[in-house]
Nanobody, 119 residues
């Protein structure tokens, strides 16, 4: 089992920055990758970015490339999402998720944190 807790959301003006954190506890040694997702009101949940737990390989959805950076601190069992040049369309509840080694999907989810970007 893995527990995930996000923090760092809030209200920011367009063009501003926020850094989200996702702290993992439990059997973190079995995590293969960590991901960030977001869901805006009335829309489906959208993949944002991911990073492999050991190798640090990253992948981003096109809409955030060049603006968002995902990173991890293995010593702290924490993954970060640095969000720069924020746009109103980035407004959503952001959630982190963990992919268990050997699993094809996202197995554990955090509760989410609200990010609101004002124009």
């Amino acid at each position: 089992q893995v527990q995930l807790v996000e923090s760092g959301g809030g209200l920011v003006q367009a063009g501003g920055s926020l850094r989200l954190s996702c702290a993992a506890t439990g059997r973190t040694s079995s995590i293969y990758a960590m991901g960030w997702f977001r869901q805006a009101p009335g829309k489906e949940r959208e993949f944002v970015a991911q990073i492999t737990w050991r190798g640090g390989i990253t992948y981003y959805v096109d809409s955030v490339k060049g603006r968002f950076t995902v990173s991890r601190d293995n010593a702290k069992n924490t993954v970060y999402l640095q969000m720069n040049s924020l746009k109103p369309e980035d407004t959503a509840v952001y959630s982190c998720a963990a992919n268990w080694a050997g699993s094809s999907g996202w197995d554990y989810w955090g509760q989410g944190t609200q990010v609101t970007v004002s124009s």
